[in-house]
């Protein structure tokens, strides 16, 4: 717990995801946003690792804008993620 917040944790293969959410929020609900969001930079940068982050940090934000708006979750569907993704790539 942080001041009024609390920070909930995932960690993936030495990498550490992390959020800070209210104190009344779920755990849970922020878990499994941890795990989607995880799971759709892995298909996204095909068995991601630390240093695809590092080096393409301007793509993970576009993930991180695709699937929550203004700290909230507001993308849960990982293929509707993936083709809005691609489909940014494409304009590249």
Do not use: P, W
């Not at 104190?23 to 940068?45: G, K, P, S, T």
């Not at 240093?51 to 991180?64: M, S």
């Amino acid at each position: 717990q942080f001041r009024n917040f609390k920070i909930i944790y995932r960690r993936y293969a030495g990498l550490y995801f992390c959020i800070c959410v209210d104190v009344n929020d779920n755990n849970l609900a922020y878990l499994e946003a941890i795990h989607n969001f995880v799971e759709v930079l892995n298909e996204y940068f095909h068995n991601v690792c630390e240093l695809d982050l590092v080096f393409n940090f301007y793509k993970v934000y576009t993930v991180v804008d695709e699937m929550f708006l203004a700290g909230e979750i507001r993308e849960t569907s990982q293929t509707k993620v993936l083709k809005q993704l691609l489909m940014l790539q494409s304009l590249e």
